[in-house]
């Protein structure tokens, strides 16, 4: 107790001068990412953003549908809401040469990536020809070819594992990043803070992003959370961490735009935390009792990032037809998808015991 | 043409609900996103959403009906630019209400069955519906009470709270959301937040936590959510609790369970089916306990509460809504380390546990059929095991086949096949085979699940083949 006493009482080695209250805070002692700004997209640039987080959201809610129908089974965790997160930071990546590796939220992620609806959705029914031959579902879809990495249903593995592709990165020289998503539940996980240490060490090109939906499941993030401003959470370990509205697309591109540039740079990995909102319960078996429906349709009134882009395209001279137009071949697209995989057949029997292992022994 | 609006399946083992408030009436207009209706499951009241836009013409299943089934028509949508009482009138009439306890109130959706997924879960749920296991072990003239798994679950735990100050319980989303599967359900309430703990998302940290208090000398209850999620904090089962009496000569214990779901659900997939029931059995230093009906889950929940020892406490999701009889009875504690014979026969010894048992009872009706007399044996703790029951049913049988919902490579299945062999060779008049899942991580595909776990066809088959039959 003593000596706890003295050493509390005498001066920490190497602080500054006592600061006087007010005083401007001292200067940074190591480098630190510009303040991002709000992407300048062109009507065109918008316009894709719009069109694609148009498609994650009709996708979901169909989705939603077939599993409503008993064509989608398990569990089946809704991307509504949160659609900016996906486009506005994978548009800064490039598709094949970046990593991205998320949980078993997965769906926005791969379309925001390019992979074709089709093949998500007829995993989703558990068909052939579904991204992982029906295999994996919902939680567990994977596209190499993208460098798409999943799709984990382990609360926060995706972080060590991105970490592991961020190491792939600089190993080979690539250039390329690694991207990885995760919940304000899974940002209290473990392995987290391992990966943290390690990725700043050795100053690993990756992005981490924590999709701040508020909730985990029914726990709010104050009720989990000592530190509940999650962008500090890899200040400890020097990684910079700078907090965005993840409803705004474009204020998630503008941040997008700095983590690139920091990361590739060589400069080693960066912590986004964006603020966003499921819209849907946790996954489709959650009666979501634990925040009020007018908590909800508040973000919906005032916050949905959809709407948000309709009406600056609007402002940008977008007419009612061209929009109109879009959610037409929106819907198309999405029906294609829900046809096909309805209709898709099941895997073949002998696939049960195929992919357990690569060689035969 | 109006959309359908379909009764939604909130889960793949869902096959009816109710409809218990509409949030909207006809004429009004919806977009994607309104919330419809609320629909009750045994589970949870959920909300519905609307995905299509335009107005609602007909509301043809009104609030407060059961039994909807899965897929029935609810309600007509009428699209954008037409006529809401013309799709309404062109609408089949609304169901009369009938009669409680028949056929379905409401007919069968014209467009599209309602979906049944075929899946292997759904087949182990039918196994357990459709047998009974004989009385569980009570003085007679007891009152008995019809309870499922998951209310016996929270009793034990309510009543050793009640009784222990020392005993709590923490995990995941345990206390305001009275557990992921409703298996807490009331305990915050009657025992408060300070015994009834919701944790962060932080498995290795509060297995940890929970094993250094119960060394402090408390009793903690460890929910995971699933046992998939256990593996982050095995370290502390194995490592820290199962090891701490021998590590100390006898000095320090380490009384505390850890308890939660375990085994395949309904199409979730390789990583979150998986039965550890071998895993944590073979360890020294631990308890392990897989009950399958609601009795013994409650009598051997509060003795594992009540142990001395590391308790890894095995449930089954697809058990949780089952209902047994459980013996009305102010303390209703049973021995650990005992199994039970549930079924009397004569010329061939099934052996199982959890969700297992179901499909051993289901084969040994349909093996009565063809003039096969099973005996089966719920083994309730895997670990100590009792030999002896086993044994002594292997004597007056002669023949074993073990029947396991998880991996037969190192399973319990394999234990059983060793202890046959080293202690009741003279007995056999058959090898013991195994039946169990495949040898595969579970697939999500409704068919490949379906082919990949335990089947009462298959033990049949093997009974037979070891009656030589
Ligand atoms: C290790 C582990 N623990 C628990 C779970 C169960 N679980 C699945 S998702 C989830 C909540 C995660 O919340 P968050 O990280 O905020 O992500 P969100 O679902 O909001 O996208 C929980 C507890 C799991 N899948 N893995
Ligand atoms: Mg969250």
């Known amino acids: ?361 | 043409m109006p959309v359908e609006l379909k009764m939604p399946a909130l889960s793949p083992t869902m096959e009816e609900g109710t409809l218990a408030k509409w949030l909207v009436k006809e004429g009004d207009t919806v977009k994607s996103g309104d919330i419809l209706a609320e629909i009750e499951t045994d589970k949870a009241t959920m909300e519905f959403e609307a995905v299509d836009e335009g107005t609602i013409a007909k509301i043809l299943v009104p609030e407060g009906t059961d039994e909807v089934k899965v897929g029935a028509v609810i309600a007509l949508i009428a699209a954008e630019g037409e006529d809401a009482s013309a799709a309404a009138a062109a609408s089949p009439p609304a169901p009369a209400p009938a009669p409680a306890a028949e056929a379905p109130k409401v007919p069968a959706p014209e467009s599209g069955e309602p979906k049944q997924m075929e899946t292997g879960a759904r087949d182990l749920v039918a196994s357990v519906a459709r047998t009974e296991v004989a009385d569980p072990e009570v003085p007679a003239g007891t009152e008995m009470v019809k309870q499922t798994v998951r209310e016996a679950l929270r009793d034990a735990m309510a009543e050793e709270m009640r009784t222990d100050e020392r005993v709590f319980v923490m995990g995941e989303e345990v206390a305001e959301y009275q557990g992921a599967y409703k298996v807490t359900q009331g305990l915050l309430e009657e025992f408060g937040d300070r015994r009834v703990i919701d944790t962060p998302i932080t498995e290795y940290g509060f297995a940890g936590l929970g094993a250094g208090a119960a060394m402090g000398g408390l009793k903690p209850v460890i929910e995971f959510m699933t046992f998939n999620f256990a593996m982050q904090a095995i370290d502390h089962v194995i490592n820290s609790a199962a090891k701490t009496n021998y590590m100390s000569g006898g000095q320090m214990r380490c009384p505390i369970v850890f308890r939660g779901p375990n085994g395949a659900a309904a199409r979730v997939g390789a990583q979150h089916s998986q039965n550890y029931g071998p895993w944590y059995a073979a360890v020294p230093g631990l308890i392990v306990i897989a009950p399958y009906s609601a009795a013994d889950a409650k009598g051997l929940l509060k003795a594992a509460i009540r142990c001395e020892d590391p308790v890894v406490f095995l449930e089954n999701e697809l058990l949780y809504g089952h209902s047994f009889e459980v013996p009305k009875l102010d303390d209703y504690v049973l021995p650990i380390g005992k199994a039970r014979v549930v079924r009397e026969g004569r010329d061939v010894t099934l052996v199982s546990y959890s969700i297992g048992v179901g499909v051993a009872l289901d084969a040994a009706e349909r093996l009565a059929g063809e003039g096969i007399d099973a005996e089966v044996i719920d083994l309730r703790t895997l670990r100590p095991l009792d030999k002896d029951t086993v044994l002594k049913s292997l004597k007056k049988t002669n023949r074993m086949v073990c029947v396991e919902e998880g991996w037969p490579v190192c399973s319990i299945s394999s234990e059983l096949a060793a202890v046959a062999m080293e202690e009741g060779f003279d007995d056999l008049d058959a090898p013991v085979l195994r039946v169990t899942d495949e040898d595969v991580p579970l697939p999500y595909a409704a068919n490949l699940e379906k082919l990949a776990l335990v089947k009462a066809e298959d033990v049949v088959e093997a009974a037979k083949k070891v009656c030589y039959r």
């Open chain 1, 1 to 361: 107790m003593a000596r706890a006493a003295s050493s509390k009482g005498a001066a920490p080695r190497g602080a500054a001068k006592k600061q006087t209250p007010g005083a401007a805070p001292p200067a940074p002692n190591r480098e630190r990412p510009p303040e991002p700004k709000r992407y300048k997209a062109t009507r065109d640039e918008l316009l894709d953003y719009y069109k694609q987080m148009l498609l994650i959201r009709r996708f979901e809610e169909r989705a939603g549908q077939l599993y409503g129908l008993g064509l989608i089974g398990g569990f089946c965790h809704l991307y509504i809401g949160q659609e900016a997160v996906a486009v506005g930071l994978q548009s800064a990546l490039e598709v094949g040469k970046d990593s991205v590796i998320t949980g078993y939220r997965d769906h926005g992620h791969m379309l925001a990536y390019g992979i074709d609806p089709k093949v998500i959705m007829a995993e989703l029914t558990g068909r052939e020809a579904g991204i992982s031959r029906g295999k994996g579902g919902s939680m567990h879809m994977f596209s190499v070819e993208h460098r798409f990495y999943g799709g984990h249903g382990i609360v926060g593995a995706q972080v060590a594992l991105g970490t592991g592709l961020a190491f792939k990165h600089k190993y080979a020289g690539d250039g390329g990043v690694a991207m990885a998503y995760f919940g304000d539940g899974a940002a209290n996980q473990g392995q987290v803070y391992e990966s943290f240490n390690m990725a700043e060490l050795w100053k690993l090109p990756i992005i981490y992003v924590i999709e701040n939906n508020q909730y985990a499941m029914g726990t709010s993030v104050n009720r989990s959370s000592a530190e509940d401003q999650l962008y500090r959470r890899g200040e400890s370990f020097r990684i910079p961490g700078i907090q965005v509205d993840g409803m705004d697309v474009l204020a998630v591109r503008g941040a997008a735009n700095v983590a690139v540039d920091w990361v590739r740079s060589g400069k080693g990995p960066i912590l986004l935390e964006l603020k966003t909102y499921r819209y849907r319960g946790h996954s489709m078996s959650d009666p979501a009792k634990y925040r009020s429906r007018e908590e909800v349709q508040a973000v919906r009134d005032k916050s949905d990032p959809i709407e948000h882009a309709r009406k600056e395209l609007e402002a940008m001279g977008a007419t009612e037809d061209e929009l109109k137009a879009i959610d037409q071949q929106t819907k198309q697209v999405v029906v294609e998808a829900a046809d096909f995989a309805e209709q898709a057949p099941e895997p073949d029997a002998s696939e049960l015991y195929t992919d357990v292992l690569v060689g035969s022994y």
